[in-house]
């Protein structure tokens, strides 16, 4: 069901991508958790209270308003979202492509070790990266602003963004192990994701775009709904419910369909 030794190899061809990933995201937090001050809050909800950028970059005057309309609304979101389109295609697609799917084959490694424990690898690195943005932020609040973050808010942020993004990555995964072409994975992998994060900004832009949020996965990570610590526990359960399908569609298909090794 799983093998350890792929899972090392995949673990060793994607580790620099998810250091990478991961000090971006930290360095972020970091930036944004010693900028912030009411006051600055204040001014920039007044210079951009008449600008398309007014539902975006302003916050509630407090630090994890601030984070939740402008880091979890932007940076939280694209940057994981580039590396799960990466990893997504490398795990499967691309070694078809390169030719390497076939000599993984040929061990007695079969496909369904080799798509769970990419499964697996997938999960467990998202769930690192924000393990460690967790920490970073609530350190670094800790130093540079005492009793500024509201913990418990913050780690409920960070558990949502990363249920959106485990439905983010069984979207790549997915189209990695359904396409035997890079191309059609990245398309659809890619396109998918990058869709519903467009869509997601036009509804910040205009509050007459609302309706839109019926047609974008972005809807359940509402950030709002976390802030006021209501309505956000069934969207979490959808989330999870989603990428789990993904995945399990992906495992599936990788093991029925015919390769072109």
């Known amino acids: 069901m799983f093998s350890f030794p792929y899972f090392k190899q995949t673990i060793k061809s994607n580790f620099k991508f998810l250091c990478v990933f991961t000090l971006v995201l930290c360095a972020f937090i970091v930036a944004m958790t010693n900028v912030f001050t009411p006051e600055t809050m204040t001014d920039l909800q007044s210079a951009m209270s008449e600008t398309a950028l007014k539902n975006i970059l302003t916050g509630n005057g407090t630090l994890i308003g601030f984070m939740s309309n402008s880091f979890y609304a932007l940076m939280a979101i694209i940057f994981p979202m580039v590396y799960s389109i990466i990893v997504g295609n490398r795990l499967i697609a691309e070694k078809i492509d390169k030719g390497n799917m076939a000599g993984f084959l040929s061990t007695p490694t079969t496909r369904f070790q080799i798509t769970v424990s990419s499964a697996v690898y997938f999960i467990v690195s998202l769930a690192v990266m924000w393990g460690v943005v967790s920490v970073v932020g609530i350190i670094t609040s800790h130093i540079v602003q005492p009793d500024a973050l509201d913990i418990k808010i913050f780690l409920m942020l960070n558990i949502g963004v990363l249920l959106y993004h485990l439905v983010i990555s069984g979207i790549c995964f997915c189209s990695s ?32 775009l609302d309706f839109l949020r019926y047609i974008t996965l972005n809807t359940l990570f509402n950030t709002r709904n976390i ?6 526990r069934e969207e979490f359960l959808a989330m999870g419910i989603i990428s789990v399908m993904l995945y399990v569609i992906g495992i599936v298909w990788f093991q029925k369909k015919d390769l072109q090794l």
Request: proline letters at 3%; charged letters at 15%; a negative charge.
């Open 177 to 208: 192990c359904i396409f035997n072409s890079s191309k059609y994975s990245l398309i659809f992998g890619a396109g998918i994701p990058l869709y519903f994060f467009v869509i997601s900004m036009f509804i910040k832009l205009s509050d007459d």
């Open 227 to 232: 802030l006021s610590d209501s309505g956000y």
